[in-house]
């Protein structure tokens, strides 16, 4: 991508992250049966988008200077975008059926095996980790609330 691209949007992400954080501040602090209220995930969300931004903003500052004649960077890859996309929107619909674990795991191989080809062995381990150490830390040590295992698992 080019550098005022690049810029532009850390600036537009900047604004969104902004907008979440803030908006975060008017929901209510708790939710029923969990010490980790609704308002939680959102400024989270809005911090951390405006933490990235603020990322790529710097980086842009460290692009070499474009010549003449140079335009986009590269070629873009329709095809990972909307196996990512369907992805994304195939996690959302399953997450209450399959549970958090299992969804996240799904998703993040996916994801992973879009993004770079083999490596099976390393995804698995790293969608796994994630998905369990982040379902305890929220639900275990945080008191939150996600989707657990499903029923008809027997577990």
């Known amino acids: 991508m080019s550098k005022a691209f690049d810029r532009t949007m850390s600036g537009v992400f900047l604004a969104i992250g902004t907008a979440f954080a803030f908006g975060s501040l008017s929901i209510s602090g ?11 995930f959102p400024l989270g ?23 003449k004649g140079e335009g986009r960077g590269g070629k873009l890859d329709y095809k990972r975008f909307l196996v990512m996309l ?55 040590l945080l008191k939150g609330t996600l989707p657990g295992l499903p029923s008809w698992l027997g577990l």
Do not use: D
Not at 30 to 40: D, E, K
Not at 45 to 67: C, D, Q, V
């Open 30 to 40: 708790s939710a029923y049966g969990s010490h980790v209220g609704p308002n939680i």
């Open 45 to 67: 969300l809005g911090i951390l988008l405006m933490l990235i931004s603020l990322r790529l903003f710097y980086e842009t500052l460290k692009y070499p200077a474009a010549g």
């Open 86 to 140: 369907v992805s994304a929107i195939g996690y959302i619909m399953v997450l209450e059926e399959i549970g958090y674990v299992i969804s996240t795991f799904i998703f993040l191989m996916i994801g992973f095996q879009t993004m770079e080809r083999g490596k099976w062995l390393y995804s698995a381990v790293i969608s796994a980790g994630f998905s369990v150490g982040v379902y305890y830390v929220y639900v275990e």
